[in-house]
């Protein structure tokens, strides 16, 4: 079975932690964005300072590439709009790295289109609903959706999706959009896009956005309802389980952030700065971290509902939600339906 964004197998997973090795990374270039969505992770700071170069961005690439890393994630920021961002899909698939990258669109023209087609760059285009009126809400912008909209036929027109061409939309689950997704799983799969529909962690300004909140029933509703779909229209057969709808995260085991600053972290969601890339190597900084090692041992350090799940051998639920919702990284998580008093679906 592959997990992890539908890329690693099992085996390769525990590989890589008896090996302390890593599988991908993801990478902010820069935090500039031109959105400004109602439940984005990255807190709106004035002015960024500081932020690595292309120089130390390659060089903490080549890091983690000889920590084994075969694939390098785009995050932001928006990506699109870093100005170096065809210099560094450039440089990268020259290493021989598979190259993944979240955008909401906004730099996606026929020459960038080309050139991601060319690299066979996997595209997760964000889209959280396609009620023009509602996704401009939610990225906090007006004419985000029409962005999108554009983004997408751009990508379409360079031969996205295909084979060798991966496309994904990638939709945060929330109050606005929850009624609406089982009709966009089937639009998507019908054209050959990947639904990549996470619930959505509560941190930065989704805190400030209790509006955007859905309860872990709904949640449980939702993903056995899209389980459903899969099995009886599409032939896919899954288990519900958060926080990725059809899919399991496991990114501690494989994964790290390494932010536009340098600071690296477990994850978007466990906000806890390990230490700089531009005072320690990777390599030392993930092998001598106190919370990099309790999340690879997981089996022994979760607390909780979590620990004594029956889905405990193969989930460890949001370690994100955990640390944002009660501070600690290994506490249950407090958004996953196992943990709440659902009636069965």
Same mark, same amino acid.
């Given at each position: 079975?592959?997990? %992890? ?6 085996? +390769? ?19 500039? !964005?031109?959105?400004? !969505? ?15 170069? *292309? ?7 080549? @890091? ?17 709009? %870093? ?14 790295? +598979? ?12 020459? =960038?289109?080309? /050139? ?9 285009? $964000? ?10 809400? =939610? ?10 909209? *554009? ?5 379409? +027109?360079?031969?996205?999706?295909? $084979? ?10 929330? @109050? ?8 966009? #799983?089937? #639009? ?7 639904? %990549? ?19 872990? !029933?709904? =949640? ?15 032939? *896919? ?11 399991? !995260? ?6 790290? /952030? ?41 089996? @022994? ?16 639920? &949001?370690?994100?939600?955990? %640390? ?11 958004? &996953? #339906?196992?943990?709440?008093? &659902?009636?069965?679906?």
């Amino acid at each position: 079975m592959q997990i %992890y964004n539908l890329e690693f197998t099992e085996e +390769e997973i525990k590989e890589a932690v008896a090996g302390n090795r890593l599988l991908s990374m993801e990478i902010e270039f820069s935090r500039a !964005c031109n959105f400004r !969505c109602s439940y984005c992770y990255v807190p709106r700071e004035g002015k960024r300072q500081q932020e690595l170069s *292309r120089g130390e961005i390659k060089d903490v690439i080549l @890091q983690a590439k000889e920590l084994g890393a075969r694939k390098i994630i785009i995050l932001g920021g928006e990506p699109t709009i %870093y100005p170096h961002l065809v210099e560094m899909i450039g440089f990268l698939g020259r290493e021989g790295l +598979e190259i993944e990258m979240f955008t909401n669109g906004s730099g996606i023209d026929r020459e =960038l289109a080309a /050139v991601l087609a060319e690299e066979k760059v996997r595209v997760v285009l $964000k889209m959280n609903s396609r009620d023009a009126v509602v996704q401009d809400r =939610l990225a906090g912008v007006q004419g985000a959706s029409a962005i999108i909209d *554009r983004a997408l036929a751009t990508l379409k +027109e360079a031969g996205y999706p295909s $084979k060798e061409q991966f496309l994904a939309i990638g939709t945060v689950i929330c @109050q606005q959009n929850i009624k609406e997704l089982p009709a966009m #799983w089937q #639009w998507l799969r019908s054209e050959g896009i990947e639904p %990549y529909f996470e619930v959505l962690t509560p941190q930065a300004h989704a805190l400030e956005n209790a509006w955007l909140a859905v309860d872990a !029933c709904a =949640l449980k509703e939702l993903f056995t309802r899209l389980a459903a779909i899969d099995q009886e229209e599409f032939g *896919r057969q899954w288990e519900p389980q958060p926080p990725l709808v059809g899919n399991k !995260c496991m990114r501690h085991q494989v994964s790290c /952030v390494v932010t536009a600053t340098g600071d690296v972290m477990p994850c978007v969601g466990v906000t806890i700065p390990l230490e700089n890339i531009r005072n320690i190597r990777l390599a030392e900084i993930l092998k001598n971290s106190e919370v990099v090692n309790n999340l690879k041992n997981y089996r @022994q350090m979760i607390k909780g509902e979590c620990r004594s799940c029956d889905k405990a051998e193969e989930c460890y639920g &949001c370690r994100g939600a955990a %640390y944002q919702l009660t501070g600690d990284y290994l506490a249950s998580d407090p958004t &996953c #339906w196992r943990n709440a008093s &659902c009636p069965d679906s």
